[in-house]
């Protein structure tokens, strides 16, 4: 029913654990790992797993574009590999999108503490964007739906994606000259445009245990400076309304 797609960049044990902890949900039917760069990686034995190895290194969008090659399944997940699954958060997601009939729908993303990340957002803008060069928090969902709420955002982090293949596929996927950062604001905001809605489902949740050393590397800020740029000239002034809603 779900394809998964990990792209692993030298994050090993981190993959393996993902991998072996999706295994056991009866919805995962394949499991699409990408090697971003050469490793080793140790994963269960198990005929769903399929692994792509790059001859060079892709991006983020092109890496599961890639895989979604691969998908045969009518639900296409996105999920990065620090994500931690502690139950399975997909019956209640497949629930929320047929209810809801959206194109993407995301759990809840908590910390390692268990606080609410804030992976839901609006649309970025010159003003929400100056605001967070002034350190202000986004307060636009600053209110959790309650439990068993189907919440409408404008845009959810890539960081964990269900898509209904359908849509992934009329979307066209991600935009590839996104090589890192914004490609899952565009996507949400393609989605939006061409009448299909992105559900954030509060009744299923994953864990994110972020390790950022590595964006202390001056490509990560090229990159993301690059990707801003690029998300502003194509949507500038051209943001679908999305009305804040709940079911």
């Known amino acids: 029913m779900i394809a998964v797609s990990v792209v692993s960049h030298g994050h090993g ?3 393996t654990s993902l991998v072996a902890s999706l295994l ?12 971003n760069r050469p490793e080793s990686l140790p ?7 399929l692994v792509i190895r790059n001859a060079f290194a892709k991006g983020f969008s092109a890496n599961h574009n890639t895989a979604y090659a691969f998908c045969r399944e009518p639900f296409f997940c996105v999920v990065n590999p620090d994500i931690e699954l502690r139950s399975n958060p997909f019956p209640a997601l497949l629930q929320a999108s047929a209810k809801a009939d959206a194109a993407l729908t995301a759990p809840m993303v908590l910390s390692l503490q268990g606080t609410v990340e804030n992976s839901f957002r609006r649309f970025p803008n010159l003003r929400r964007l ?15 739906p309650e439990e ?24 066209n996927g991600f935009d590839e000259k996104f090589f890192l950062y914004y490609e899952d604001v ?3 905001v393609r989605a ?8 954030v489902c509060p009744a299923a949740a994953v864990v994110h245990d972020a390790r950022c050393s590595s964006h202390h590397d001056i490509r990560f800020l090229r990159w993301h400076l690059a990707s801003m740029a690029r998300y502003f000239y194509k949507h500038w002034g051209r943001l679908p309304a999305v009305p804040i809603t709940r079911t």
Request: proline residues 6%; charged residues 20%.
């Open 24 to 35: 056991p949900f009866p919805e995962v039917s394949r499991i699409l790992v990408t090697l």
């Open 130 to 144: 100056v605001a967070k060069v002034l350190g202000q928090v986004d307060q636009s969902y600053t209110a959790i």
């Open 192 to 199: 939006w445009k061409s009448g299909r809605k992105v559900a």
């Open 186 to 188: 565009d996507i949400c």
């Open 13 to 15: 044990e981190m993959v």
């Open 148 to 171: 068993q709420d189907i919440f409408f955002p404008e845009w959810v982090a890539g960081m964990f994606m269900l898509f209904s293949s359908v849509d992934f596929a009329a979307l």
């Open 43 to 49: 994963l269960p034995e198990d005929e769903r797993i």
